[in-house]
């Protein structure tokens, strides 16, 4: 379809739903309490520099929380004239400070029409004032709300998999995750995923890239512009920009030269017609792909054994077996595959832009991901979570930033149109950019405790323990050692016991500021009780034909669950004494027996002497089941959402090998859908 350059309502009238514009309309027609927002651009800061924001107005006795480029926009929300010079107190993507009036071109504008259209498209508030900002400045800019309608924090989840967002290994340390299997807490280091240094990104960092909010800007709002292009729908005049667009766009890059013959952008230009992708949105992906200068060496033509063979989309190229991610990339440019698919082999430039397109196209633009935002994040369709170009979780930065290049204010003027998403339950603010570069080890090289053993024997992985001592030892010493110098460790020392249950905690801090706390169980039995030297046949005895009664203090081998409270105490024998079953709290039980839930055994005269705590493998949540919930809860703790600890981390342990991780993602996967059973 052919999109004709006009004011928003009309463009509107073509191309979005009716319902849209007959809301736009009305607020246009009544025009009743209306708002003059003042929104404010970033103007006139010198190229690599940058705009301060400060907590307070002035230069005296304030802090720099932050700092704005050339062409971010907001919300002026407040301005305060000090010692002459006015500052502004700016809301940009969900910071909020003040800076100087100098470097800020202030537009003032009824409001009320485009608020309405924004609500009928779905956008919530947090959205607004941005998308309120770049109207003014470009009213023909045409923004569509995406309703993913998924959950904000199921998103992040699924998108914190191991391995499926990834950043250099040289990035600051708050850009890179923890999670199990991502870092190694012995030596400090990160798994490396692909060619080139590539390790997990963290989930602070995946927030942010994933959050449309920080990207309202002028330019990096164009990740977010559809990457369709239909030549027949076009003007000769219309054609003639995009060919301007790209030829500023790679000014001073590698495509500004020649392919076999032609110049880059007549090539590019004749292959988007044919593949019906946007010709700048193929040139910033080659950009993205092979670096400015086209230093990829899947695009050399000289690499040992595939001379003579490009890709320049970089398609299969990832590290597998003996091949590394360029010869995995030229193997499938070759066709040795076995496939011929998209014009391969691609032996010449051109052919393999060209195949290369025609795969994007097909596989992406034209299926929904169309978008340079949802080629990385594919959050739509069957497929959701995968099918995802590329594992660099700021490639669609980047890349989006590449085609904002090729537009200059002229093209800037035209009805171009950005799918934005929303999702639900989204925190009220714009998820914050990681800055931190401390080391982030919290774990402990070594925890003992004088003279004793601890049940289980120590693991850097276990935060649990469980000491039985007999009635004479009255006190104790603590000891602990960090893997990492930068962490602290308190909780250590001398310790004085009690008769019966003493709880000790050892407190990591690193030097990041995370916080790890390993405990320590210890049982000082009474005088002539069990295990002590007088008296020892008055002490009250538990025994199970049925389960495991543990000397670490723990009831393990609870194979027929679910199991009622009362009927689970009937699978016990004591002698000299009771038991109760209850809660962690102490309540006496009454439903079903879980993970976390207690054995309480008294002798003759009422007094505790033991405490049993239950463990059910796979049964993280303790409601003595194991479902999708608990595979929630596993998932948590790998993302470092939220950590289990205790019993409940020895519950999710189920292959128990001293690890929380993927593995035992699977195991309990595998035992849902009764492909395996969890060995209890």
């Known amino acids: 379809m052919k999109i004709r350059e006009n004011n928003w309502k009309k463009v509107a009238a073509g191309s979005i739903a009716v319902l849209v514009l007959a809301v736009a309309c009305l607020f246009s027609d009544i025009n009743v309490n209306a708002e003059n ?81 924004l609500t009928a498209q779905g956008f919530p508030e947090s959205y607004k004032a941005q998308l309120m900002a770049l109207h003014m400045q470009y009213p023909n800019w045409i923004f569509e709300a995406q309703q993913t309608n998924l959950n904000w924090n199921d998103v992040i989840a699924a998108e914190s998999a191991l391995g499926k967002n990834l950043v250099h290994t040289s990035s600051i340390s708050s850009w890179k995750s923890t999670q199990n299997g991502a870092y190694n807490w012995e030596t400090g280091e990160w798994t490396v995923f692909d060619s080139g240094g590539w390790v997990m990104a963290s989930k602070e960092m995946i927030q942010y890239c994933m959050d449309p909010r920080n990207f309202l800007d002028s330019n990096n709002i164009f990740q977010f512009i559809k990457q369709s292009y239909d030549v027949n729908a076009l003007s000769s005049e219309q054609i003639a920009q995009k060919k301007k667009d790209l030829t500023n766009m790679v000014s001073g890059t590698y495509l ?150 090729g537009y200059d204010e002229n093209a800037r003027k035209s009805a171009l149109i950005f799918k934005i998403p929303v999702y639900r339950n989204m925190p009220e603010k714009a998820c914050a950019k990681p800055t931190g570069n401390d080391n982030p080890n919290y774990m402990l090289k070594s925890l003992t405790v004088s003279g004793q053993t601890l049940t289980p024997t120590f693991s850097i992985y276990e935060t649990s323990y469980s000491v039985i001592v007999p009635y004479s030892v009255s006190g104790i010493t603590i000891s602990a050692e960090a893997i990492a110098s930068t962490t602290s460790v308190s909780g250590t020392g001398n310790k004085s016991l009690n008769v019966g249950t003493n709880l000790f905690q050892i407190t990591t801090k690193a030097q990041n500021g995370s916080v790890r706390t390993y405990t320590i169980n210890v049982v000082r039995q009474a005088e002539g009780s069990q295990g002590g030297t007088d008296n020892q046949d008055s002490a009250p005895r538990v025994e199970s034909t049925n389960y495991n009664v543990n000397s670490n203090n723990t009831i393990t081998g609870i194979a027929d669950f679910p199991i009622s409270a009362a009927d689970f105490a009937q699978k016990f024998s004591v002698t000299n004494g009771n038991i109760k079953i209850t809660t962690s709290n102490g309540t006496v039980k009454t439903g079903n027996v879980g993970t976390g839930d207690q054995v309480r055994v008294y002798d003759r005269n009422g007094t505790l002497k033991f405490t049993y705590n239950v463990i059910i493998y796979g049964d993280v949540n303790g409601d003595g089941r194991i479902n999708a919930q608990d595979l929630l809860m596993i998932q948590k703790n790998n993302i470092h959402v939220k950590t289990l600890d205790g019993v409940y981390f020895a519950a999710a342990d189920t292959n128990r090998n001293g690890k929380v991780n993927a593995q035992d993602l699977l195991i309990v996967q595998k035992h849902n859908i009764r492909i395996a059973s969890i060995q209890q």
């Not at 003032?108 to 259209?117: C, I, K, L, M, V």
């Not at 077996?321 to 051109?350: C, F, H, I, K």
């Not at 196209?361 to 299926?367: L, M």
């Open 256 to 405: 500004a030269g020649n392919c076999d013959g032609r110049s880059y952008v007549d090539v590019i230009m004749d292959i988007a017609a044919e593949t019906k992708v946007c010709p700048l949105t193929l040139a910033s992906m080659m950009i993205q792909e092979q670096g400015r200068n086209g230093e990829g060496g899947c695009i050399s033509g000289t690499v040992p054994g595939y001379e003579g063979y490009y890709n320049y989309f970089n398609i299969g190229a990832y590290r597998e077996g003996s091949m590394d991610a360029v010869q995995r990339g030229l193997w499938y440019a070759s066709g040795r595959s076995g496939y011929t698919t998209y014009g391969r082999p691609w032996n010449t430039r051109e052919k393999s832009i060209r195949g290369g397109a025609l795969y994007y196209g097909s596989n992406y633009v034209n299926v929904g991901q169309d978008t340079m935002y949802l080629k990385k994040f594919n959050v739509q369709g069957s497929n959701i979570y995968n099918h995802q170009y590329m594992t660099n979780v700021q490639g669609a930065i980047s890349e989006g930033q590449h085609v904002a290049a």
């Open 37 to 117: 927002m003042k929104i404010g651009t970033v103007v006139g800061i010198y190229e690599g520099s940058s705009l301060n924001v400060r907590d307070n107005p002035g230069t005296t006795n304030t802090k720099i929380i932050g700092f704005l480029k050339n062409g971010q926009t907001g919300e002026i929300l407040e301005e305060r004239n000090v010692n002459g010079t006015v500052w502004y107190r700016m809301s940009v993507s969900g910071m909020v400070g003040w800076v100087s009036s100098a470097y800020i071109q202030v537009t003032e504008r009824n409001t009320d029409d485009f608020d309405a259209y």
